[in-house]
């Protein structure tokens, strides 16, 4: 378990403020957020390569807030692997075994399991720019399960390998995470890798901790904006709070959530949970529309759906059959059934 | 077959650095080649013709397509300016019959001079080497207020006059200085006209060389391979010993052989500060003093002979490094 207590950082020109987190044993939390966030920060504040001016940090209960690096037992991978150039593969992944206690033999025959876990034991003789970005990315991470860290932290672990590689050694890890039961936090900007691999998400902003939750949960029910928009929410929709009703208003959707707090305050509609039904159904949050546009996207299609009192078409996710079976076309009148899909978030 | 040429073309445009033609190389060297013919020097005339004739082959083979004339004007500047350099030591080592040479190099005052000169020189690189590593890697990994001005304070000596930092050592460590009366009279060390004289000053003016190139080094080394090494339980110390170092001490060597040279030929503070025991550059100073230049010649030959070598093996070391790099 690892627990951050309101752990600030100020440097010249960026800072992290105030971030109180907890992860829990075994988990898979993946942090995402824009360029610049301060997610690479974040994981070397943990690591403790630098010092928070202010708050604690946890590791399995113990305060760790100013031990150095070495004696945290937190592992660290990055994006571009960070192998050490004079040591061949054998010897990195050997490279942390002489600072533990354990027996000599016991040191080898982890290198030969981890080398085994990973496919890599072919390559032990090989040195670093012999081997592919994926092979390096894998003795990158041997080289930080060998010493059995009690946390491993992966920086975009993912970013610089080719789609299939990162595929594949996405599985892989994740299934090794689970395996060993091992803490993970996993810095990313691919959502799509924050979905497949997170048991939680936490998204950063500018040095702030700005939304965590389930993968579920953020993107089903995104907490703030920003959070909606960077994890690519559609449908989002300005709106009042109608204090007479108790509900929040964007033209003709009407959305009960948390009272407002001041700031402006959003109805989100998912798209794939929207029903299209013929024009003649009339009622509460039964919005008549016009299809303005369908748009092929592969899997599903994007249809747009323009009401009177928004300003931008709702967008509906259908199946091909779907679309068939309702012989959808521009200029359809329909009624879109949102009665399921509403989320109201604050900005 | 046609295609083929075209191949070979392009192979030699992609190649092709000199802009001149091989013809106007070899103008070049024309008036050198007259000088020499008109003084009677034959031996330096053929060996300017074989270099001209040699180059201008080499010009011809990476000529460019096109033409370039302000190029071309740019690099018979230049080129002038290389054998500028170029042309003394070629004559020095030409024209000094290689008996009188090894002769010199076996006199007893020019041994013990060189002795003097190449081991004082090792002593102020070693130590050099033990403060200016630790001060590069500083400048390589940290930031702080006034490190601008401790990068100017470490080049310094390469813009003080030598002579001038003599001096201002010798009102410290001389004998009556603030650091050397001191240590003179409590444990008998004396810098003025000793051994350890010419290591104070070989070691001032061999300063820069240890403290850039050691941290140019250490700044090649990505400091998160060091968070990493951290991360495996390394502690700082043991990362900058176990993969900063491995992966920097061809770039230490080589600021270490040119503090080296620095120091073996290093002049004008060392005169100042310890004439005796005499350098060899102290030693050829003097006989070009009291014998003329035709005398020193065969010494300066000498000296010239152990600077190539050590330049030699300084390019060599710095070919390699960079080779590990790239």
């Known amino acids: 378990m690892i627990r951050l207590e309101g752990v600030s950082r100020q440097w010249p020109e960026f800072a992290i403020k105030n971030v109180t987190l907890t992860v829990e044993e075994g988990e898979y939390l993946v ?41 945290r037992g937190i592992g660290m991978v990055y994006q571009d692997y960070l192998l050490f150039p004079h040591l061949n593969v054998e010897q990195n992944l050997a490279f942390g075994l002489r600072y533990g206690e354990r027996a000599a033999n016991e040191g080898q025959a982890k290198v030969s399991e981890t080398a085994r876990l990973l496919a890599i034991d072919h390559l032990l003789h090989r040195f670093p720019y012999t081997l592919s970005g ?36 996405r599985s892989e890890l994740k299934s090794l995470q689970r395996t060993k039961n091992l803490t993970t936090i ?15 998400i936490a998204l950063i902003k500018a040095g702030e901790l700005n939304a965590v939750g389930t993968a579920e949960d953020l993107l089903r029910r995104p907490p703030t904006l920003f959070a909606a928009h960077f994890l690519g929410a559609v449908n989002l929709f300005e709106a009042t709070f109608e204090a007479s009703e108790g509900r929040f208003v964007a033209g003709p959707i009407s959305a009960v959530g948390p009272s407002p707090n001041g700031g402006g305050n959003y109805i989100m509609v998912l798209p794939d949970e929207i029903d299209l039904l013929p024009a003649t159904a009339v009622g509460l949050n039964l919005i008549a529309g016009e299809v303005s546009e369908l748009i092929d996207e592969g899997n599903y299609v994007r249809v747009l759906v323009r009401a009177n009192g928004l300003a931008d078409p709702i967008a509906v996710y259908l199946t091909r059959q779907a679309v068939r079976a309702q012989g959808l076309g521009v200029g359809c009148r329909v009624t879109a059934d949102v009665r399921n899909a509403l989320h109201v978030l604050r900005e | ?37 008109l003084i009677g020097r034959y031996t330096m005339a053929g060996v300017t013709t ?58 007893q005052t020019v041994e013990a001079a060189l002795l003097i000169t190449v081991s004082s020189a090792g002593v102020a690189t070693l130590v050099s080497l033990a403060f200016g590593i630790p001060l590069g890697y500083v400048l390589a990994r940290e930031r702080f207020a006034g490190k601008a001005m401790v990068e100017a304070i470490v080049d310094m000596p390469v813009v003080i006059p030598h002579t001038v930092a003599g001096i201002a050592l010798l009102f410290i460590f001389g004998r009556a200085g603030i650091l050397g009366g001191p240590l003179h009279s409590a444990f ?5 006209d000793t051994y350890w004289g010419i290591v104070l000053a070989m070691l001032f003016v061999g300063i820069p ?26 502690s700082r110390f043991e990362a900058f010993l176990r993969v900063t170092i491995p992966l920097t001490w061809r770039s230490l ?33 003097e006989w070009y003093n009291f014998f003329g230049y035709e005398y020193t010649k065969p010494l300066a030959a000498l000296l010239l002979v152990v600077a190539l070598a050590i330049f030699a093996t300084l390019r060599t070391v710095a070919a390699v490094t960079r080779a590990e790099h790239d």
Not at chain 1, 139 to 150: Q, Y
Not at chain 1, 186 to 195: K, P, S
Not at chain 2, 188 to 192: D, Q, T, V
């Open chain 1, 186 to 200: 996993h810095v990313t900007h691919d959502l799509a890798e924050a979905r497949q691999m997170g048991d939680r």
């Open chain 2, 188 to 192: 008998g060390i004396l810098f003025s």
């Open chain 2, 50 to 107: 074989l270099a001209a004739v040699s180059s201008a082959w080499l010009a011809r083979r990476w000529r460019r397509r096109t033409n370039d004339g302000p190029l071309i004007g740019f690099s018979v500047f230049g080129a002038l300016l290389i054998l500028f350099i170029v042309l003394p030591i070629l004559n020095l080592l030409f024209t000094t019959a290689p008996g009188r040479i090894l002769a010199t190099a076996r006199d």
């Open chain 1, 31 to 71: 942090v995402v957020g824009p360029t610049g966030a301060g997610k690479t920060l974040l994981l070397e504040l943990l690591l403790g390569v630098h010092r928070p001016d202010e708050g604690r940090l946890l590791l399995d209960g113990k305060d760790v807030t100013n031990e150095p690096p070495e004696k």
């Open chain 2, 253 to 285: 060597l080589s600021a270490a052989i040119m503090t080296w040279a620095r120091g073996v030929s290093e002049f004008g503070s060392v005169a100042v500060i310890a004439y005796y025991p005499r350098t060899i550059n102290t030693l050829l100073f």
């Open chain 2, 209 to 234: 060389f240890v403290v850039n190139q050691s941290r140019d080094g250490f700044m090649k080394v990505d400091p998160r391979m060091e968070n990493v090494a951290r991360s495996l339980g390394a």
């Open chain 2, 1 to 37: 077959m046609k295609a083929n040429s075209c191949r070979w073309r392009r192979r030699f445009r992609l190649r092709s650095s000199s802009p001149v033609s091989g013809l106007t190389w070899l103008l070049v060297f024309v008036p050198f080649v007259a000088v020499f013919l």
């Open chain 1, 134 to 169: 994926g092979e390096r990315q894998r003795v990158a991470i041997g080289r930080a399960l060998v010493t059995e860290p009690r946390v491993l932290l992966l920086d975009e672990p993912l970013s610089a390998l080719d789609r299939n590689t990162a595929a594949r050694l």
